[in-house]
T-cell receptor, first 113, second 116 residues
Framework: KNQVEQSPQSLIILEGKNCTLQ??????????LRWYKQDTGRGPVSLTI?????NTKSNGRYTATLDADTKQSSLHITASQLSDSASYIC????????????FGKGTKLSVKP | DTGVSQNPRHKITKRGQNVTFRCDPI?????LYWYRQTLGQGPEFLTY????????KSRLLSDRFSAERPKGSFSTLEIQRTEQGDSAMYLC??????????????FGDGTRLSIL
């Protein structure tokens, strides 16, 4: 069964600190991996998209890594800000389906002053 | 605002009633997707359209659910004879086609459905 597992489930950090969120997946065949940020009560917003041939991709203070061999990805947030408080969702595209993205449950990040 | 627009934002209805949601995608996007998200979970795929054609449906989309995109622009999702388990956030997203590799999906802010 295609699955996307994220850890930790929740995380609290102080403003200005860095953090790393993890994603493991079993989706096969794999097309691409995405990280989304979802604020409470809002729709997800795309942060990064990586194909299997890409190892890292950055978007401002967000840097995603991908190891397609071990089927692991991470999202590193640098110099966190209060506005980074949100759920971060790892999403994997199943190559066998044009429309079906498989979402993880997300990591809920709280940045405290 | 030229993002994905969903209406209504909130819908409260009694069990057994029919409800319909609308999604207006980004104008140049030919793909449109519907997802359902419950509290503490990630979104779950329901169905997607390329232009007016409904190309894929999830097993989650029971017979009570129907989606349309008659002119390849806006889409509606109807739920008939609503049940308690239908309470969720219904998200719509749109994207360009041409393969999924580098096409981000742009999400609306969803319609939150509460069944009394």
């Amino acid at each position: 069964k295609n699955q996307v597992e994220q850890s930790p489930q929740s995380l609290i950090i102080l403003e200005g600190k860095n953090c790393t969120l993890q994603c493991n997946y079993t989706v096969s065949p794999f097309s691409n991996l995405r990280w989304y940020k979802q604020d409470t009560g809002r729709g997800p917003v795309s942060l990064t998209i990586m194909t299997f041939s890409e190892n890292t991709k950055s978007n401002g203070r967000y840097t995603a890594t991908l190891d397609a061999d071990t089927k692991q990805s991470s999202l590193h947030i640098t110099a966190s800000q209060l506005s980074d408080s949100a759920s971060y969702i790892c999403v994997v595209s199943d190559q066998g389906s044009q429309g079906n993205l498989i979402f993880g449950k997300g990591t809920k990040l709280s940045v405290k002053p | 605002d030229t993002g994905v627009s969903q209406n209504p934002r909130h819908k409260i209805t009694k069990r057994g009633q029919n409800v319909t949601f609308r999604c207006d995608p980004i104008s140049e996007h030919n793909r449109l997707y519907w997802y359902r998200q419950t509290l503490g979970q990630g979104p779950e795929f329901l169905t997607y359209f390329q232009n007016e054609a409904q190309l894929e449906k999830s097993r989650l989309l029971s017979d009570r659910f129907s989606a349309e995109r008659p002119k390849g622009s806006f889409s509606t999702l109807e739920i008939q004879r609503t049940e308690q388990g239908d309470s969720a956030m219904y998200l719509c997203a749109s994207s360009l086609s041409g393969g999924l590799s580098n096409q981000p999906q742009h999400f609306g802010d969803g319609t939150r459905l509460s069944i009394l």
